[in-house]
């Protein structure tokens, strides 16, 4: 079956506009995480779903970031007022429940502000 | 709150030799998971092995194999005949057993990895 997708592969976008970042999780996985990968960095904790709520979002960085999994399947990642520091690639994994099963992730989103 | 060391920015190793990619950790929890994640240029994380604190047994998967030293809080990966195809960047990973909603992942810097042929 299809694995975890993210859209786009790729987004450059000026400072100061609004982004997107889709993740399309493996069906029936309940769980979903998103992290963040500087360069050079390994990944940072953001925000994990379970279901259709937000389990844990305190690695949300601050108020423009915000993330929804409204229907307990796609999630959307929401980036207000982009700053050059957010360029990153963004990673959403998945899984089948929310404890010891393991994690599937997507290929990333390489997000870029100039 | 834990924390996940990787100290070897890069490595090299030979087609079909072996090398030893190392980790330390520190945490208060006495079981916890640990993992090694390789991350090819395609960007996907692909698990490629876990270790449960509470076994005492080093996991093993094919050439993949660890050394867990739990009172060292060392995790290192041993891979065996190395392939032109293991050459990736390597991440360390924690994450607690039980607790309550935490349920991320804590992880190194990386290791880069390449092989030569």
């Known amino acids: 079956g299809a694995g975890v997708s993210q859209t786009p592969s790729n987004k450059v976008t000026e400072k100061g506009k609004y982004v997107e970042l889709r993740c399309d999780p493996i069906?029936?996985?309940?769980?979903l995480y998103w992290y963040r990968q500087s360069l050079g960095q390994g990944p940072e904790f953001l925000i994990y779903?379970?279901?259709?709520?937000?389990?844990?979002d305190s690695g949300l960085p601050n108020d423009r970031f915000f993330a929804v999994r409204p229907e307990g399947s796609v999630s959307t990642l929401k980036i207000q007022r982009t700053e050059r520091g957010d360029s990153a690639v963004y990673l959403c994994?998945?899984?089948?429940?929310?404890?010891?099963?393991?994690?599937?992730f997507g290929n990333g989103t390489r997000l870029t502000v100039t | 709150a834990q924390t996940v060391t990787q100290s070897q920015p890069e490595m090299s190793v030979q087609e079909a030799e072996t090398v030893t990619l190392s980790c330390t950790y520190d945490?208060?929890?006495?079981?916890?998971?640990l993992f090694w994640y390789k991350q090819p240029p395609s960007r996907q994380m692909i698990l490629v092995i876990r270790?449960?604190?509470?076994k005492q047994q080093n996991a093993t998967e094919n050439r993949f194999s660890v050394n867990f030293q739990k009172a060292a809080k060392s995790f290192s990966l041993k891979i065996s005949d190395s392939q032109l195809g293991d050459a990736a960047m390597y991440f360390c990973?924690?994450?607690?057993?039980?607790?309550?909603?935490?349920?991320?992942?804590?992880w190194g810097l990386g290791t880069s990895l390449a092989v030569n042929p």
């Open positions: 990973a924690y994450r607690n057993t039980n607790a309550g909603n935490n349920r991320k992942l804590i």
């Open positions: 945490t208060s929890e006495s079981d916890y998971y």
């Open positions: 270790q449960e604190a509470y």
């Open positions: 069906s029936g996985h309940t769980a």
């Open positions: 779903f379970q279901g259709t709520g937000a389990a844990d």
């Open positions: 994994a998945s899984s089948l429940t929310d404890f010891n099963s393991p994690l599937h």
